[in-house]
């Protein structure tokens, strides 16, 4: 008996096809500080153009986007859209206040504290973080989370 399922088993190692596992060597693109730094701005700059599709297109396409100034989550780039086209008509200017910048293989992570000033002088500070991936051509936004401060603060 032990013979022959010894035999069973070893007739069943050779009928299988032969699997190779080959592995594509993975690039690992690390970010600079200063880089990711200019993510912001780059985000930043994007909301002074008004466009609501600029400012999404540097999200990836399943980005989640919490922002301060909606309960909705954003799981779409049309979502994304729709919540931007809102947001830019009050003309914000965001200002980093403080920030401490993870660096990764392919990610990288900024999270912080910033205010955004309105085109009517208000002003909102809140919790942020960014996180973001490399997409094989540049650096997007696959995580952002912003929420407003529980505590009124004041800025110097």
């Not at 596992?21 to 730094?37: F, G, N």
């Not at 780039?77 to 293989?105: A, V």
């Not at 990610?107 to 490399?134: C, E, H, L, M, P």
Request: some cysteine.
């Amino acid at each position: 008996m032990k013979k022959n399922l010894f035999s069973l088993c070893f007739l069943g190692l050779f009928c299988l096809p032969n699997v190779t596992l080959a592995a594509e060597p993975v690039t690992c693109i690390k970010a600079s500080e200063q880089d990711v730094a200019g993510l912001f701005t780059k985000w930043n700059d994007s909301l002074a153009t008004g466009d609501a599709e600029k400012v999404a297109d540097l999200y990836v396409s399943d980005a989640v986007l919490l922002p301060t100034i909606s309960n909705q989550v954003r799981l779409t780039n049309q979502e994304r859209i729709d919540y931007f086209n809102d947001f830019l008509k009050k003309g914000p200017q965001g200002k980093i206040d403080s920030r401490t910048i993870r660096i990764g293989c392919n990610k990288a992570i900024d999270t912080g504290v910033y205010t955004f000033t309105f085109k009517d002088n208000s002003q909102v500070t809140a919790r942020y973080t960014f996180t973001y991936v490399w997409d094989d051509n540049s650096w997007k936004i696959s995580t952002h989370h912003s929420s407003a401060m529980p505590e009124t603060v004041s800025t110097p």
